[in-house]
């Protein structure tokens, strides 16, 4: 199992940036692919981005591609999320979550959320 911790949330205003962290304990982190998910009030919660264990390939929606990047530091057992360019409909809470191996892509663990703020 693992434990996931979320933080650099916070208020921005429309055009900035912020960079999320993700911070995991328990077992080999470079085990699980990880990603990123966003809840907006009142909406279902959706995919943000993905990467894979080594780092090497990533994915993301098409409402944050080239404002976003994913990235991990296997040695730090962190995933970030630098958003830049924001928009007020990036306001959200944050989530991040890992998928373990073999689980055909699902997310099996979740932290609790960072908020996302984007003052228009």
């Known amino acids: 199992q693992v434990h996931l911790v979320e933080s650099g949330g916070g208020l921005v205003q429309a055009g900035g940036s912020l960079r999320l962290s993700c911070a995991a304990s328990?077992?080999?982190?470079?085990?699980?692919?990880m990603g990123w998910f966003r809840q907006a009030p009142g909406k279902e919660r959706e995919f943000v981005s993905r990467?894979?264990?080594?780092?090497?390939?990533?994915y993301y929606a098409d409402s944050v591609k080239g404002r976003f990047t994913i990235s991990r530091d296997n040695a730090k057992n962190t995933v970030y999320l630098q958003m830049n360019s924001l928009k007020p409909e990036d306001t959200a809470v944050y989530y991040c979550?890992?998928?373990?191996?073999?689980?055909?892509?699902?997310?099996?663990?979740w932290g609790q959320g960072t908020q996302v703020t984007v003052s228009s």
């Open positions: 979550a890992a998928s373990e191996p073999g689980s055909g892509g699902s997310f099996d663990y």
């Open positions: 328990g077992r080999t982190f470079i085990s699980y692919g």
């Open positions: 990467i894979s264990r080594s780092g090497s390939s990533t």
